[in-house]
């Protein structure tokens, strides 16, 4: 009988469809390799099998010993799928820009879950590879798979899915593109299908604001692929080109590969499609259709995402493009000028300065220099707040709450709506503008009435 002993058992195999609607006019055909049948619907169910399986050979994993792992999500999903079967208890440390339904999951599995910070450097003790790693020195009989250092993460992949990929093209496969977070995935396949033939191209599809990409680490939204330092796992010479995406291409080809093929992706399976459509046209523009295929990997379901790449509404709220249209002026015609904001370790002074220059009445906190990403934008300062505060107090001990985001595609009546004074308590002083993910302004009264902001 065709009966799994284990949910393990069902990890890998996963299969290869033509993507034949978002490759309309494109000769060369584009094949997506659905990791989202897997257990845990990931990608990383397939590492988080091999790590746990070598640590309990090596006796690092005790039995009813306690896993510790930063993830932005499916690692830990993987990782709790196996604890689940094997008894092990499970702390995972996330970022604040994983999704919320993504926690949710990771605790429906039994996991204990700890949110840090984003925008933040990866030394800092805030940052969810320091917290993950004070956990783990803290926490008796813990174990961390340390997915970004562990060779049996793109060792997995060495021997699973790039022998899939290569047995179920028939050998045919010319490019293999996918997103690299850890650098596992890609460094697994791309070693074993240069093996077979040296001929094969791996691409990389990743932020722009990536390393991988040549960027500074810098945040962006698309989550569980690029990174802001280089990863032990990542074999750089694997890897032939890499394509930049930006998280405004990425969700946009997320929902129209969701909404033409009916298959239900991510952000990042939405990152790795179009680099592989990338790939696809430049194979057209020179001839090399007949002989070529794509394959692309997607790492996981959007099901993940419904509260982020797939709700209109946060969509609009960041700038993004979406399904919905408006008529008349946009939030875009009330900008005018440079995004005004203040650094946490500015002073009272400066902000009250800042405030009186722009005629406003607060501004954003954020960290880092222009552009700013989102994840930057970490709170708010007030007149009103400050009164309590001397000159010389620095601004990160005044820090209030995140103000009202509007998107630039909103209708203009949008940020008059936000700023309303209805009579209660901690009514918006003033809203943020975003377009594709990045603050570009902040509005006060003013400029609901037709003034300018900053």
């Not at 009988?1 to 990890?11: F, Q, Y």
């Not at 000769?27 to 990931?42: C, D, H, I, Q, R």
């Not at 196996?82 to 970022?95: K, L, W």
């Not at 708010?380 to 001990?397: C, I, N, R």
Request: aromatic share 6%.
């Amino acid at each position: 009988m065709a009966i799994a002993d284990s949910v393990l058992d069902l990890v890998g195999q996963t299969p290869l469809v033509r993507l034949s609607r978002v490759t309309e006019g494109i000769a060369t055909p584009v094949v997506a390799k659905l990791e989202t049948t897997n257990p845990g619907g990931s990608v990383k169910d397939r590492a988080a099998v091999a790590m746990i399986d070598a640590a309990e050979a090596e006796g690092l994993l005790q039995p009813d010993g306690i896993i510790v792992e930063p993830t932005s999500g499916n690692t830990g999903v993987g990782l709790a799928v196996v604890a689940a079967q094997r008894g092990y208890r499970c702390i995972f440390v996330c970022t604040d820009k994983v999704a919320p339904e993504k926690v949710a999951l990771l605790r429906a599995y039994g996991a204990e879950v700890v949110v840090c910070p984003n925008a933040v450097e990866p030394e800092d003790p805030r940052s969810y590879y320091s917290t993950a790693e004070r956990l783990r020195t803290e926490t008796p009989g813990a174990f961390s798979p340390n997915q970004y250092a562990n060779p049996h993460n793109p060792l997995a992949h060495y021997e699973s899915t790039g022998p899939e990929v290569w047995s179920q093209t028939a050998g045919r496969v010319t490019h293999f593109v996918a997103g690299a977070g850890t650098g596992g995935t890609v460094s697994g396949v791309g070693r074993y299908l240069k093996e077979q033939n040296p001929d094969v191209q791996v691409v990389i599809a990743d932020p722009p604001e990536s390393v991988y990409a040549g960027g500074d680490g810098r945040p962006y939204l698309v989550e569980g692929i690029g990174e802001d330092f280089w990863p032990a796992t990542f074999d750089p010479g694997v890897v032939d080109r890499v394509i930049p995406v930006t998280d405004a291409e990425s969700f946009a080809v997320a929902r129209r590969v969701t909404q033409t093929e009916g298959l239900l992706i991510g952000g990042s399976g939405g990152t790795a499609v179009a680099g592989a459509l990338t790939v696809a046209r430049e194979l057209d523009a020179a001839g090399r259709a007949a002989e070529s295929l794509v394959v692309t990997l997607i790492p996981d379901s959007g099901r993940g995402y419904l509260s982020r790449v797939f709700d209109n509404e946060w969509m609009a709220q960041m700038g993004f493009e979406t399904d919905r249209t408006f008529d008349g002026a946009t939030v875009a015609d009330l900008v005018d000028g440079e995004f005004v904001y203040v650094r946490p370790d500015d002073s009272a002074a400066v902000a009250r300065q800042c405030m009186d220059q722009a005629g406003l009445r607060a501004v954003p906190v954020c960290t880092g220099d222009m552009p700013i990403a989102a994840a930057q934008v970490i709170g708010s300062v007030a007149q009103d707040g400050l009164l309590a505060f001397g000159d010389e107090v620095k601004v990160a001990d005044a820090v209030e709450a995140l103000l009202p985001a509007v998107g630039v595609g909103e209708p203009a009546g949008r940020v008059a709506e936000l700023l309303r004074d209805d009579g209660t308590l901690g009514a918006p002083l003033a809203v943020v503008v975003y377009d594709e993910g990045r603050p570009v302004a902040t509005l006060g009264p003013a400029a609901s009435q037709g003034g300018v902001g900053c």
